[in-house]
């Protein structure tokens, strides 16, 4: 089958049906999209791919101040599980971040991620030829919605596990001190975990001095609001901040499987040496 193009009466290449279905294979494109761009470029497969990158480029500056709190958060965990990534490929709508290619791609960049150490680094990695950065645009472009990657984060240690929260709206990381047996079943828990309860930081120490001084001056006019007298305030504030760190540091929260042990203590079960070193949390919106 061939679509025998005429454009402002002077005629242009022959383009098949074949050549439209390469390059929608090539680009991810709609067929009518792909038709129009191989008819702008007379055939031309780099020029073709070139005009759908440019109409992703308008498409772009035209929704640039569209929220983008959509999409897919995908997390990967290289082959000996020293190295994981999570990132959050985003998008405008509910229906194209639910969409199989969507998430492939998402799953094909998050794979290409664990190459990287930065989101700059991962935006000037290659994907199908061209740019990750270059690869967004020509997807504003096919999808007609604002897409990016707000989120990237890694994780190296021992061993790393990961989670994908139902319907790529949480992934996760955590990295262990110790590759041992038991290892992917722990990490994954605490993976879950990490998603589940959104720990602010690992234990105490990673809870900056800022936050500390809000939460024990919240404390004190808490107790000052229910009449307790000025001396007491320290002391008792101090016990509220302990209460804190447990319920929003990962090793001091009680571990969701068993309510008797803390992330911690459950850790320490695959050997009395054994810690969580990291953990990372990407979410939509």
């Known amino acids: 089958m061939e679509y025998s193009l005429t454009i402002n009466n002077q005629n242009m290449a022959n383009i098949t049906a074949a050549d439209v279905n ?25 020029k073709a791919i070139e005009f759908l990158r440019k109409k992703g480029q308008k498409v772009a500056a035209n929704r640039a101040d569209r929220a983008s709190s959509e999409g897919a958060a995908i997390s990967k965990v290289n082959a000996d599980h020293t190295a994981g990534v ?25 794979e290409i991620a664990l190459n990287c150490e930065t989101k700059e680094e991962l935006f000037n990695a290659k994907i199908d030829g061209i740019t990750v950065a270059d690869k967004l645009i020509e997807q504003t472009g096919v999808i007609g919605e604002k897409i990016e990657i707000p989120s990237f984060q890694k994780v190296k240690a021992p061993y790393v596990s990961s989670y994908i929260h139902a319907g790529n709206k949480i992934a996760t990381l955590v990295g262990l001190s110790a590759n ?106």
Do not use: H
Request: aromatic residues 6%; hydrophobic residues 40%.
């Open 180 to 285: 041992v047996k038991g290892a992917d079943e722990v990490g994954k828990d605490v993976a879950m975990q990490v998603a589940a309860m959104n720990p602010l930081a690992l234990n105490e120490s990673g809870v900056d001095a800022a936050t500390i001084a809000k939460e024990i001056e919240i404390a004190k006019e808490q107790l000052r609001n229910e009449g307790k007298a000025e001396a007491m305030l320290d002391k008792i504030a101090e016990g509220k901040l302990s209460r804190f760190f447990k319920e929003n540091t990962l090793v001091n929260q009680e571990f969701i499987k068993d309510n008797k042990m803390n992330v911690g203590q459950y850790v320490k079960t695959l050997g009395k040496d054994v810690e969580v070193t990291d953990f990372k949390r990407v979410a939509l919106g």
């Open 22 to 46: 390469k390059l929608r294979q090539i680009t991810g494109a709609g067929m009518m999209d792909c038709k129009q761009a191989l008819t702008e470029s007379n055939g031309d497969f780099e």
């Open 86 to 110: 999570s990132i959050v490929l985003a998008c405008e709508t509910d229906f194209v971040g639910k969409n199989e290619n969507f998430v492939n791609l998402a799953k094909k960049i998050a």
